[in-house]
C-alpha cells in the first residue's frame, strides 16, 4: 500500500500509526498539501493529505482510510467491540479530527508555522491568542473528563487514542503543551499515546522533516530508513489548498 502525505500531518500520523498496530507496511511519498501536482490533486479531490492507495484502489481522509484498514485488514481491530463503545470512539476520533484540528492545525499550527514557512506571510496574532486563552482550554476541560487516568480509552489502545494524541504533537510543534497542573489527565494520556511504538517509530522522520529543507529531505529520509516510494507527486512551488485560507 502507498501513502500519500508528510510525516508531519496529525491525519497522516493517525493512519500510519493505525498501520503500525495492524502491521501493515507501506511506501510513503511524504509530500506536504500544498507541494502535490496535478496527479496528486486528481487523486485527492479535496487536495489533502493523507490518501491511500491500494492496488487499484484509492481514497482519502484519515477517517475513511482508518476504517477501510479496519474491514480490510480486522486483526487487530481499531474500535472496542461493544456498539455503543464504538460509537463513542468514532465520536472522540471526530471531536480530534475536527475541534483538534481547527485549534491546533488551523489556529496554531498552520499560523505559527506553515504560514511563515510556505507562505512567507506572519501568522494571525489574535486567532492564536484567542486559542491558546480560550478555545484550546475549553477543548482540553473536555478531555479532561473523557480521558482515562490510566491506560487507554478502551480496554486496547486503539483509533480513539491515536487520532486524539496525534494532534498533540503539533500542537507541541507550535509550541503548545498541555499544563498538567490544570489537565492532568490529558497531560498524562498524551504523553504515555505518544511514547507507544505506532508513533514513536515514525518521530526520526518526522524530525528530518521538519529540519531538512526541501531539496535534501527525500534524501535525508532515505539515508534514515524511511519506506519512500519511487516517485514522488511533489512539486518545487507551493500552490494554496481549496477548503480554507
Ligand atoms: N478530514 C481530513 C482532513 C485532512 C487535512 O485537513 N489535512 C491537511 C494537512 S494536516 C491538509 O491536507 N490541508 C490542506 C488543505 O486543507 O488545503 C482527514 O481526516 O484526512
Keep these: 500500500m502507498k501513502v500519500i502525505g508528510s510525516f508531519v500531518s496529525p491525519y497522516v500520523r493517525k493512519v500510519l500509526a493505525c498501520m503500525h498496530l495492524k502491521g501493515l507496511s507501506y511506501e510513503i ?93 506572519p ?31 478502551f480496554r486496547d489502545f486503539g483509533l480513539a487514542d491515536i487520532a486524539i494524541a496525534s494532534f498533540f504533537r503539533n500542537a507541541a510543534y507550535a509550541g503548545f503543551e498541555p499544563d498538567a497542573d490544570r489537565w492532568p489527565r490529558v497531560a498524562a494520556f498524551v504523553q504515555r499515546a505518544l511514547a507507544h511504538d505506532a508513533f514513536a517509530s515514525t518521530l526520526p522522520f518526522e524530525d528530518i522533516q521538519r529540519s531538512v529543507d526541501i531539496k535534501g529531505r527525500r534524501q535525508a529520509l532515505l539515508d534514515a530508513g524511511a519506506p519512500l516510494t519511487a516517485k514522488t507527486l511533489g512539486t518545487p512551488v507551493p500552490r494554496k489548498g481549496m477548503m480554507r485560507l
Design 29 to 121: 511519498d511524504p509530500i506536504t498539501p500544498f507541494f502535490g501536482n496535478d496527479e496528486f490533486r486528481r487523486l485527492s479531490p479535496l487536495s489533502r493529505i493523507p490518501v491511500l492507495i491500494d492496488g487499484d484502489f484509492c481514497t482519502s481522509d484519515s477517517s475513511v482510510i482508518c476504517a477501510y484498514l479496519d474491514d480490510a485488514f480486522p486483526d487487530p481491530p481499531l474500535l472496542p467491540a461493544d456498539p455503543k463503545d464504538r460509537a463513542r470512539a468514532r465520536w472522540l476520533e471526530e471531536f480530534a479530527d475536527t475541534r483538534l484540528g481547527d485549534l491546533f492545525i488551523w489556529s496554531l499550527f498552520y499560523q505559527r508555522v506553515v504560514r511563515p514557512l510556505v507562505w512567507g506571510e
Design 123 to 153: 501568522g494571525d496574532e489574535q486567532r492564536i491568542a484567542k486559542t491558546l486563552n480560550e478555545d484550546a482550554p475549553a477543548a482540553l476541560d473536555y478531555l479532561e473528563g473523557e480521558l482515562p487516568e490510566s491506560g487507554w480509552l
